[in-house]
């Protein structure tokens, strides 16, 4: 039998590969729509002091397939960080980090 905690918190992981090939871990946070824009919130799982979160915008490519991008326009970047940073204060996803 399955234990659903454990494949809820399996569900929430996604593996993400640098431009150099190397794998890299993370826990999806929340995902932000904002103007027709949505956004993931992800934790890197790896040993590192620094916990901090990154975000980026969702899309598809060519094939039809969702892929995140890096958000370059840094206006964009403080709005969604922006958001995210109140939804956490008002306590609206359980989150806190």
């Known amino acids: 039998m399955v234990d659903n905690e454990s494949r809820m918190e399996e ?16 826990e999806v946070l929340d995902i932000l729509e904002i103007d027709d824009n949505e956004y ?4 890197p799982l790896e040993d590192n002091e620094e916990e901090e979160a990154i975000i980026l915008r969702t899309g598809l490519d060519e094939n039809g397939e969702e892929i995140l991008y890096e958000i370059e326009d840094d206006d ?3 709005m969604v960080a922006e958001t995210w ?12 980090f």
């Not at 569900?11 to 993370?26: A, M, Q, R, S, W």
């Open 11 to 26: 569900e929430n992981i996604i593996v993400l590969t640098d431009e150099e090939g190397n794998e890299h871990e993370f």
């Open 85 to 96: 940073q109140k939804l956490v204060a008002a306590g609206d996803n359980g989150e806190a």
């Open 76 to 78: 964009e970047w403080e």
């Open 40 to 43: 993931a919130i992800l934790l």
